[in-house]
């Protein structure tokens, strides 16, 4: 099958999406580490179960790294590695049919729009206005802002998450369907 469709059907309208609800919340809320606790910052969407908030989050999936000084660095390279992986499965025909061109799709909307954060992202804190590239690009971030109370737990809070990492999250998902139908097959 061919990437294009997909890439222009889904792939841009959602990174564009993630783009603008991550815009939207730089605008709408303080930075993280303003004087207001997290419990202040949120804005309830639904009672008891979602949340919109911003998060800065220079590490991996759940925060892991968050706060290293090398994460900011490493990251950009691990999304330049996952398209080269990408590029081998599509040469490959790793990814089959429809399903596995839906999850290439998310998944490079994903790795886009979370590169997109980590590269431009420090070089808007007004902290950073006229600093070094490497400076401006050291202090790289992902925008996280969906905040979910997982029912059932006494108010525990799954980390927050944007639009790309749901479009990861269901790649994944759907690359596991993808993998066991192949394999059922033979």
Not at 34 to 61: K, M, S, T
């Given at each position: 099958?061919?990437?294009?469709?997909?890439?222009?059907?889904?792939?841009?309208?959602?990174?564009?999406?993630?783009?603008?609800?991550?815009?939207?919340?730089?605008?709408?809320?303080?930075?993280?580490?303003?004087?207001?606790?997290?419990?202040?910052?949120?804005?309830?969407?639904?009672?008891?179960?979602?949340?919109?908030?911003?998060?800065?989050?220079?590490?991996?999936?759940?925060?892991?790294?968050?706060?290293?000084?090398?994460?900011?660095?490493?990251?950009?390279?691990?999304?330049?590695?996952?398209?080269?992986?990408?590029?081998?499965?599509?040469?490959?025909?790793?990814?089959?049919?429809?399903?596995?061109?839906?999850?290439?799709?998310?998944?490079?909307?994903?790795?886009?729009?979370?590169?997109?954060?980590?590269?431009?992202?420090?070089?808007?804190?007004?902290?950073?206005?006229?600093?070094?590239?490497?400076?401006?690009?050291?202090?790289?971030?992902?925008?996280?802002?969906?905040?979910?109370?997982?029912?059932?737990?006494?108010?525990?809070?799954?980390?927050?998450?944007?639009?790309?990492?749901?479009?990861?999250?269901?790649?994944?998902?759907?690359?596991f369907i993808v993998g066991w139908k192949e394999e059922s097959k033979r």
């Amino acid at each position: 099958m061919r990437l294009w469709p997909w890439l222009v059907g889904l792939t841009l309208p959602l990174y564009i999406l993630d783009q603008v609800t991550k815009f939207w919340v730089i605008r709408t809320f303080p930075v993280p580490w303003a004087d207001a606790p997290l419990d202040e910052r949120r804005i309830e969407v639904i009672p008891g179960f979602l949340n919109w908030v911003r998060v800065h989050n220079q590490g991996v999936a759940f925060g892991m790294g968050n706060g290293t000084e090398w994460a900011p660095l490493v990251f950009p390279f691990v999304s330049l590695v996952a398209f080269v992986l990408i590029t081998i499965g599509l040469k490959t025909r790793f990814f089959v049919g429809k399903l596995g061109m839906l999850a290439v799709s998310l998944l490079i909307t994903g790795i886009c729009g979370n590169l997109t954060d980590r590269l431009i992202q420090g070089s808007l804190l007004e902290e950073m206005e006229g600093a070094p590239l490497w400076e401006r690009l050291k202090e790289g971030y992902v925008v996280d802002f969906v905040d979910v109370v997982v029912p059932f737990t006494g108010g525990w809070h799954w980390p927050s998450f944007n639009v790309a990492d749901s479009c990861i999250c269901i790649a994944a998902v759907l690359l596991f369907i993808v993998g066991w139908k192949e394999e059922s097959k033979r």
